[in-house]
């Protein structure tokens, strides 16, 4: 199934994703920034559910006929996932989860590496050393499975890049990306 969006063309030739999409458009000083400021910042989780069940609703065709094994969050470095006290996707996860009939996993996935918050980086420092970032823990059961990596933004692309580089050390997986939001510049 090829659906080529601005999400999907965002990772074309750079890796092989079955399927790429985002619900909204993030614009600095929007609406969506000001989302997921909160949601990201402020520990309004709520509005993860609240676009996990709206944005699932137009997902239903389509993940069903991806046939994905598995919804995986971006991974927070534990050191940040204690100092913010939740992963911002998590609750968009769980909820596109259980609308979608797909199994969340936030097990699979890990960060090796701490670093700063990528919003306040450059193209050039988002892309840095990102590649060494991400790694998987995995077993046979995992193998030959289609994961659907989610985040809240897609900017460079680079830090969803690396996590689908990861994932795709298990063998015969399989990756697809959904986002909350895409920056358009």
Known sequence: MLVENEAYKKFYG????????AFLY???KGIVQKLIHNLKYKGHEDI???????YSEELKETMLALKADEIIPV?????????RGYNQVSTFGQSLSEKLNVKYNDAVL????Y????????LLGRTEGIETIFDVHYSPQDHNKHFIIIDDVI???ATLEACGRALLKI????????CMAMAQS
Do not use: C, D, M
């Not at 750079?14 to 999409?21: D, F, L, M």
């Not at 927070?76 to 100092?83: A, D, P, Q, Y």
């Not at 670093?115 to 450059?122: F, G």
């Open 155 to 157: 900017t460079t692309g």
């Open 14 to 21: 750079r890796i092989p994703v079955e399927y790429a999409s």
């Open 115 to 122: 670093s700063k918050t990528q919003s306040k980086k450059n």
């Open 110 to 113: 890990f960060r090796k590496t």
């Open 171 to 178: 063998p015969g997986a399989r990756i697809s990306i959904i």
């Open 48 to 54: 993860g559910i609240i676009l996990g069940n709206w």
């Open 26 to 28: 993030f614009h600095k």
């Open 75 to 83: 991974p927070l470095h534990s050191k940040k996932l204690k100092e």
